[in-house]
């Protein structure tokens, strides 16, 4: 077996625990005279996978925050208490956590596009039902569930898609667009959410809309999206056995028309784009996945994860706090209407989608600045190795800023509502917490990603079993928080409680973070070299 052939096989005994069936087909296919490609996707399918992975993903924040402007309906037509209404809430995060847990792990043993497809059928029904559903409160909890499993796996899929065909020094320009598009959701749903429920006086149509979202984005997905896992079909760069329901929906036409027509299947369209074949599994245990889906767990334990989670979490957990708290306090301290409160989530989404683009950019710069600062040459061909890159550092830069920046958000958006100051201010400080909120939680969930290579679905596992389950029990303390110690005070805490235990999670990632990675992958820690020692080294490599 040649040397680049041995670089795709996982070399370190965490990654074969977490992914044993990864690249292991993919080994005799590889040529001895050049380094193997990391994808065979080129930059314009690349941006394709960009926008449908988006409006894909859209379902989740979507159905989450078009739900909010629905909450006094929903009290009156079933004829409940406020907090049994929000129970459905803690029910779709509870869900929205098991989703992930269950699809993400399976996606990384058996493909993304098979899970995609199975989710977004699931969206579909759990919609349809909620639209059908007129007077019974248990089925409303029931359906919920239903469609916070079809909607939340998407996250977890979107992202091993990503790690699949982009290596890591480029994965922020791909992640920024994708969260752009995925968080238009968060942005549209609650004005969409308001502006249904002050029109119409009624919450049906929203389930409508959603079904008609899910139904084309389930075509959208089977036309478009091929199979891009690397341990069922490799880089792309062979289509020799490609089954056919790895095919997207059009690219199976296409090959069958060209098949017909006797000429090779042409793989510079996205849609025909990949394979060799996934290797045989031995076990039950392997052939199910059902090894990585106890990996999911595993993740949550391990030092430097627990830090990247910890962070990712409580950015999750103050932001669901925010979007919770907003209708009660936009219509108890401002008297608006359900139009003028969906509305009001329009700053925050703004401030979303421009974070996103954000990220993406700087999360890209920060690892050029961080390869340059070490004299590391990024390989753009085949990917770096993160077990010798600081991934850590590159990815936690300019954090302490975000952070006090994000404490002061929270801290001022407290006492402004507890004030009533003019509208504005909190309208304003919701853009910044939107913008500064996605930086947080985009970097570290792609840093979580960057430190589980073999199994990207079941890193973002991971991340949502710890994200949803903090947001969950933000949401249940939510009320009698808020009625024991007021707005001014609870946000203030709140902001707090993220800005100085992240930042101590962050100082420590910087410290151990690498060190801790090295040693679970069974490693020794890393010399500490000069600079000129590193250069020799990194020529040394070059040179063979």
Same mark, same amino acid.
């Given at each position: 077996m040649s040397k680049e052939a041995a670089k795709i096989l996982p070399t370190h005994a965490d990654d074969i625990e977490l992914s044993k069936h990864a690249d292991t087909s993919q080994c005799e296919t590889v040529g001895a005279s050049a380094p193997r490609e990391y994808t065979s996707f080129t930059r314009s399918q690349r941006r394709q996978l960009q926008l449908l %992975? !988006?409006?894909?993903?859209?379902?989740?924040? %979507? /159905?989450a925050t078009i739900y909010f402007p629905l909450l006094p309906l929903l009290r009156a037509h079933f004829h409940t208490s406020a907090q049994a209404i929000n129970l459905t809430i803690t029910l779709y995060i509870v869900f929205q956590a098991i989703s992930p847990v269950i699809f993400g792990p399976l996606s990384d043993v058996?493909?993304?596009?098979? @899970?995609?497809l199975a989710t977004l059928a699931l969206y579909v029904i759990g919609n349809l039902g909620l639209a059908l559903n007129e007077s019974s409160y248990a089925v409303l909890l029931v359906l919920r569930a239903i469609q916070s499993l079809g909607a939340s796996a998407a996250y977890a899929i979107s992202f091993g898609v990503v790690a699949d065909i982009c290596v890591p020094s480029e994965r922020g320009g791909m992640l920024g667009p994708i969260g752009m598009a995925l968080n238009l959701g968060t942005c549209i749903g609650p004005v969409v959410g308001g502006v249904v429920a002050y029109t119409s006086g009624s @919450? $049906?149509? =929203?389930f409508w809309a959603l079904f008609i979202v899910g139904g084309v984005l *389930? $075509? !959208? =997905? !089977?036309? *478009?999206l091929p199979e891009t896992a690397r341990?069922? =079909?490799?880089? !792309?760069?062979? /289509?020799? %056995?490609?089954?056919?329901?790895?095919y997207s929906w059009a690219g199976l036409i296409r090959s069958q028309v060209k098949a017909r027509a006797s000429t090779r299947t042409d793989d510079a369209d996205l849609t025909t784009a990949l394979p060799p074949t996934a290797a045989s599994h031995n076990a039950v245990v392997q052939r199910y996945g059902l090894s990585n889906l106890v990996a999911c767990f595993r993740i949550i334990f391990y030092k430097d994860t627990f830090l990247t989670l910890w962070i990712h979490g409580s950015f999750y /957990? =103050?932001? @669901?706090? *925010?979007v919770a708290a907003s209708p009660d306090i936009y219509k108890d301290v401002y008297h608006w209407n359900e139009l003028y409160i969906g509305l009001s989530y329009l700053p925050r989404g703004i401030g979303i989608i421009a974070g996103s683009y954000f990220t993406g950019k700087l999360m890209d710069y920060n690892y050029r600045t961080v390869a340059r600062s070490i004299g590391w040459t990024i390989d753009k061909v085949s990917g770096d190795d993160l077990l010798e890159f600081p991934i850590e550092r590159a990815r936690t830069r300019y954090s302490y800023i975000m952070l006090i920046i994000s404490t002061a958000t929270m801290i001022g958006y407290g006492w402004s509502i507890q004030r009533s100051a003019h509208p504005t201010v909190p309208l304003i400080l919701q853009f910044l917490q939107g913008f500064w909120g996605t930086y947080g939680y985009t970097t570290f969930s792609t840093l979580l990603v960057d430190s589980f290579p073999q199994s990207p679905s079941t890193a973002s596992a991971a991340t949502s079993i710890t994200r949803c389950a903090m947001a969950a029990t933000g949401v249940a303390v939510l009320q009698p928080l808020l009625n024991a110690a007021g707005r001014g005070w609870y946000f203030t805490v709140l902001g707090v409680w993220s800005g100085v235990l992240s930042a101590l999670a962050v100082a420590l990632l910087n410290w151990k973070g690498l060190r801790w990675r090295r040693a679970r992958n069974g490693l020794a820690p890393q010399r500490s070299i000069s600079r000129s020692e590193y250069n020799a080294s990194v020529g040394t490599k070059t040179a063979k």
């Open positions: %992975l !988006g409006l894909a993903a859209i379902t989740s924040p %979507l /159905t058996h493909g993304r596009r098979p @899970y995609f @919450y $049906v149509w =929203v *389930f $075509v !959208g =997905v !089977g036309a *478009f341990n069922m =079909v490799g880089n !792309g760069s062979d /289509t020799s %056995l490609y089954k056919w329901w790895q /957990t =103050v932001d @669901y706090s *925010f």
